[in-house]
């Protein structure tokens, strides 16, 4: 097949590229600063001649969530994200042979911060309106949802679209968040923050691949959940990264130390602080077989494979 990545240069893009092109698909990227192809990220170009033609479209573009969450940090994560799924069903529409499949790319994110109850597709709870958090919260939940909203309204009836809810995804390159989590955990920084109660939801690289895989053979459509099926309390998630790197303790820290830290690493605590209590739901009834749904084993995995 033709697959053609918009923002297909960060680590979910290497992860995907890599492993598209092994099963001998042409993958085309198209990205602001390198790739295959150059755009600007909000405007037809030349660019959309690579989609007329293409059998699957995923679309990645979007500015790093790693940042601070200034309010101009935040307004160009809304701007990068909905005006890149615009364009691209833009493109689609005015394709004379459009794409079968349109796979979006989305957030976990989108989902309450609680630790009632997991989050599946069916009966999850949208974030935004949850007491005594910060108020900005909200508005990442808000960039997830004009981010769908594009995909849906876009004007494209012979092409299925697919918004990927994804996890954190849990790859050995350098620079992605197993790397950064790696970093503290062997500092011996990596212990519960603010308690730890807070779930995390991840999805190992292996299993995101494949998760893609299904989904552009698969009748699926609308809103679709790319996590493991056992997310954790950060508190476990972080034991048991410690132990794939056989780090005896974790320092703990309080709320205050979290923001000191985030702020030295020019990132935000809401990456660590907000409770993602997500599962694949859709994915387990269309028979995807996880590799690696627990963490143990997917920690243990990524740390061989980064030595």
Known sequence: MKIVIPGGTGQVGGVLTRALRAAGHEVVIISRTSGDIRWDGHSLGAWAGEIDGADVVVNLAGRSVSCRYTAENLRQMMRSRVDSARVVGEAIAKAENPPAVWLQMSTATIYAHRFDAPNDEATGVMGGREPDVPGYWAYSVEIAKRWEAELDEADTPGTRKVAL????????????VFDYLSWLARLGLGGPVAGGRQYVSWIHD????????????????????????QPLPQRDFMRELRRAWKVPVGLPATSWMAE??????????ELLLKSRRVVPGRLREAGLDFHFPNWREAAQNLAERRR
């Open 260 to 269: 000191i830290g985030a702020f030295a690493i020019r990132s935000d605590t």
């Open 165 to 176: 809810r994804a996890a954190m995804v849990m790859s050995p390159d350098r620079g992605g």
């Open 206 to 229: 292996d299993d995101f691949v494949r998760a893609v895989a299904l989904l552009i053979r698969e009748p699926i459509a609308g809103a679709v959940n790319l996590a493991a099926p």
